[in-house]
T-cell receptor, first 113, second 113 residues
Framework: DAGVTQSPTHLIKTRGQHVTLRCSPISGHKSVSWYQQVLGQGPQFIFQYYEKEERGRGNFPDRFSARQFPNYSSELNVNALLLGDSALYLC????????????FGPGTRLTVT | GENVEQHPSTLSVQEGDSAVIKCTYSDSASNYFPWYKQELGKGPQLIIDIRSNVGEKKDQRIAVTLNKTAKHFSLHITETQPEDSAVYFCAAPASGGSYIPTFGRGTSLIVHP
């Protein structure tokens, strides 16, 4: 079975631009979570979605938004990019919200110049 | 929210030795404690987890122990191999309906052949 997939794998953007990152969960998983991982640190929670509804939000500014589609895939959008947004963005899927076992994708490496 | 401390930040061992990584958490209601292995250029991979009603869990060369009274849990790797070299993260969830984990800062394990 395919694992969690994310696209694109790498992305370079300029300050002030916006970006859309995409995630497809493991088949049968209905919950998707997004994390930001800065070099040398652990993943930091951004959003959790289950059945197209937001179930959790981390301490990130309103420039960050996300949504989940009927097929359970998800998009993370970041507006007005800052240099500090440069990071690895990880998507994780699980069978349900409160479903503890999370399976991560390979991530999207975002570089803001 | 949950606060997770992970030690050590770097661990260097000889092949065949054991390695132990420790994490402490703050939320006494936390009930699920996973460990992830992250290799260079990849997303975190769930390697073992433990729930609060269990004190120890083993899977071949890997084990996790949990001390709820002291609010700490540890990852034990025996007979280490060079392919065990990676960054290891612990995580603990804040109490509440949705699973929103806080990750430790990671331990870079280096196994020398």
């Amino acid at each position: 079975d395919a694992g969690v997939t994310q696209s694109p794998t790498h992305l370079i953007k300029t300050r002030g631009q916006h970006v859309t990152l995409r995630c497809s969960p493991i088949s049968g998983h209905k919950s998707v979570s997004w994390y930001q991982q800065v070099l040398g640190q652990g993943p930091q929670f951004i959003f959790q979605y289950y059945e197209k509804e937001e179930r959790g939000r981390g301490n990130f500014p309103d420039r960050f938004s996300a949504r989940q589609f009927p097929n359970y895939s998800s998009e993370l959008n970041v507006n007005a990019l800052l240099l500090g947004d440069s990071a690895l963005y990880l998507c994780a899927s699980s069978t349900r919200t409160g479903g503890y076992e999370q399976y991560f994708g390979p991530g999207t490496r975002l570089t803001v110049t | 929210g949950e606060n997770v401390e992970q030690h050590p930040s770097t661990l260097s061992v000889q092949e065949g030795d054991s390695a132990v990584i420790k994490c402490t958490y703050s939320d006494s209601a936390s009930n699920y404690f996973p460990w992830y292995k992250q290799e260079l250029g990849k997303g975190p991979q769930l390697i073992i987890d433990i729930r609060s009603n269990v004190g120890e869990k083993k899977d071949q060369r890997i084990a996790v122990t949990l001390n709820k009274t002291a609010k700490h849990f540890s990852l034990h790797i025996t007979e280490t191999q060079p392919e065990d070299s990676a960054v290891y993260f612990c995580a603990a969830p804040a109490s509440g309906g949705s699973y929103i984990p806080t990750f430790g800062r990671g331990t870079s394990l280096i196994v020398h052949p």
